[in-house]
């Protein structure tokens, strides 16, 4: 499974961003991971196919993921952006036997 996301830039805070992630295989799962400069890896909203959304608390009621199952394809809509939604944001997908696999990577800067 290969993995492009796109979608990424600067904004300022309050704003609005949408990034999108194609899959080039079958997927199970697919979501979006972020990591901001000196710190882990962390989930920000995960899809499974079929199953119950995923949401980091720091990011409810403010951004929303979708799926489009024919495109293979996953969104990312974010909304009210703050400077601490500054990260580099990975896209991830896990197949069926649960391995994962990630993109490449998007960088979302917010700051005025």
């Known amino acids: 499974v290969q993995l492009q996301a796109s979608g990424g830039g600067l904004v300022q805070p309050g704003g609005s961003l949408r990034l999108s992630c194609t899959a080039s295989?079958?997927?199970?799962?697919m979501g979006w991971y972020r990591q901001a400069p000196g710190k882990q890896r962390e989930l920000v909203a995960t899809m499974p196919r079929g199953g119950t959304i995923n949401y980091a608390e720091s990011v409810k009621g403010r951004f929303t993921i979708s799926r489009d199952i024919r495109s293979n394809t996953v969104y990312l809509q974010m909304n009210s952006l703050e400077p601490e939604d500054t990260a580099v944001y990975y896209c991830?997908?896990?197949?069926?036997?649960?391995?994962?696999?990630w993109g490449q990577g998007t960088l979302v800067t917010v700051s005025s």
């Open positions: 991830n997908a896990r197949d069926t036997t649960g391995i994962n696999y």
């Open positions: 295989g079958r997927t199970f799962s």
